[in-house]
């Protein structure tokens, strides 16, 4: 039986997510998560998940953060990106970031579905066919996006926390290590980013934001 993982934050769109998934894949084992952190525990438990659902917008992910991480560790993992967001910019960068497709919370569950079963054949879907396909990433952005992607799942935790403000000992109480451990993953960590402080850590972080200013909505399905 497939696994496929559901990462999202609201209960309610969760089980919607998991019902479209069972009329796609009626065989499907299905396993949730409502954070990242908890994501990567479940892609740590399940390496071989056929595909992942995940939010652009939940606890330990910032933008596409979540996302470029995800690709760059597990590249044969598909992932469909589902998102309140119904700008076509936001759509295209989550193409350009490697997401198989691009689904606005506001779908119509046969169209979850159809892109569930487009994804697992092995192809690309978008809610409207005229959106075309992933824009180019600006170069700061994909500079960003790869340095991200070489973090280790524990790194990115860390990161991800360090980028919402939390101090050391805040990290390491969350995540049950000692202190000295989380100043030797932020080490790496600014190793890796190439950069000297948590200031900057915070702003690698931040280019993977979802900017809304002056995008197009996606169009209307009936154009």
């Given at each position: ?46 390496p071989d998940a056929e595909l992942l659902l995940l939010d652009l ?167």
């Open positions: 039986m497939p696994d496929i993982l559901i990462a999202d934050d609201h209960p309610l769109f969760r089980d919607a997510l998991q019902r479209a998934v069972l009329v796609a894949v009626p065989q499907a084992r299905v396993h949730n998560a409502d954070s990242v952190h908890a994501l990567l525990g479940l892609i740590e438990q399940f917008h939940m606890p330990g992910a910032r933008g596409y953060s979540a996302l470029a991480h995800i690709r760059g560790q597990y590249p044969g993992l598909p992932t469909i990106v589902v998102s309140g967001h119904e700008e076509a910019q936001v759509a295209r960068r989550a193409l350009a970031h490697g997401a198989s497709a691009y689904i606005p919370k506001s779908t119509a569950s046969e169209d979850i579905v159809a892109a569930i079963r487009a994804v697992l054949d092995g192809d690309v879907w978008l809610p409207h066919p005229q959106l075309g396909g992933a824009s180019e990433l600006r170069p700061d952005e994909a500079a960003a996006a790869a340095q991200i992607a070489m973090l280790t799942p524990q790194q990115f935790r860390v990161m991800t926390m360090i980028a919402e403000g939390l101090l050391n000992k805040q990290i390491a109480w969350e995540l049950s290590v000692s202190e000295a451990t989380v100043k030797a993953h932020m080490t790496a960590i600014m190793r890796k980013l190439g950069v000297n402080n948590r200031t900057q850590v915070a702003l690698i972080a931040s280019q993977l934001a979802v900017d809304q200013e002056s995008m197009p909505t996606l169009p209307d399905s009936d154009e």
